[in-house]
T-cell receptor, first 111, second 113 residues
Framework: GQQLNQSPQSMFIQEGEDVSMNCTSS?????WLWYKQDPGKGPVLLIA?????ELTSNGRLTAQFGITRKDSFLNISASIPSDVGIYFC???????????FGIGTKLQVIP | SQTIHQWPATLVQPVGSPLSLECTVE??????LYWYRQAAGRGLQLLFY??????ISSEVPQNLSASRPQDRQFILSSKKLLLSDSGFYLC????????????FGSGTRLTVV
């Protein structure tokens, strides 16, 4: 099946810094999704991308659908303590709207 | 508006005991429903999905089963829990008519002792 590789797997940053993380796939995707999971909660959809080259923002978050359709990037600007959590990339995995998730990037923000 | 409920929030069960986790969705009809497990606070593994009442597909062989007795109810069960069944179980739904954005429940933390 399709595999998604996320990097980095964890990161510590100072409050106010910008953050970049990426996700690569072993196969072409026509949709990329980015989720955030707060500690002890279910993941929440942040951004959905549907077109190669697409750049979409949600507040301080910006995600891009890679031109090759095998990668996607998520940037967070001016990080704040509530950005702490695990960020997952995800993409379609067969029919019935099944989705494969990456292993996640665990973000910790130092005040 | 649509909401998804999962319970219980936490559960500690002895090895060999049965399990029943419940998930219900409100405010929508004929949703696709999914059970995921998250081990060690990291990756999400799809366990089961359902596109309609009584229709269950399993993604991985395991000690668990799922049922969908009603349109908006999804149940995860086990007859005899194993230590390896410990984890964070998440229920999710999608519209089934396009798009891949899931809405997840708040999860159940299961510890098998």
């Amino acid at each position: 099946g399709q595999q998604l590789n996320q990097s980095p797997q964890s990161m510590f940053i100072q409050e106010g810094e910008d953050v970049s993380m990426n996700c690569t796939s072993s196969s072409i995707f026509n949709t990329w999704l980015w989720y955030k999971q707060d500690p002890g909660k279910g993941p929440v959809l942040l951004i959905a991308l549907y077109k190669a080259g697409e750049l979409t923002s949600n507040g301080r978050l910006t995600a891009q659908f890679g031109i090759t359709r095998k990668d996607s990037f998520l940037n967070i600007s001016a990080s704040i303590p509530s950005d702490v959590g695990i960020y997952f990339c995800a993409g379609p995995s067969g029919g019935y709207q099944k989705v494969t998730f990456g292993i996640g990037t665990k973000l910790q923000v130092i005040p | 508006s649509q909401t998804i409920h999962q319970w219980p929030a936490t559960l500690v069960q002895p090895v060999g005991s049965p399990l029943s986790l419940e998930c219900t969705v409100e405010g929508t009809s004929n949703p696709n429903l999914y059970w995921y497990r998250q081990a060690a606070g990291r990756g999400l593994q799809l366990l089961f999905y359902s596109v309609g009442i009584g229709q269950i597909s399993s993604e991985v062989p395991q000690n668990l089963s799922a049922s969908r007795p009603q349109d908006r109810q999804f149940i995860l069960s086990s007859k005899k829990l194993l230590l390896s069944d410990s984890g964070f179980y998440l229920c999710a739904w999608s519209t089934g008519t396009g798009g891949y954005g899931y809405t997840f429940g708040s999860g159940t933390r299961l510890t098998v002792v």
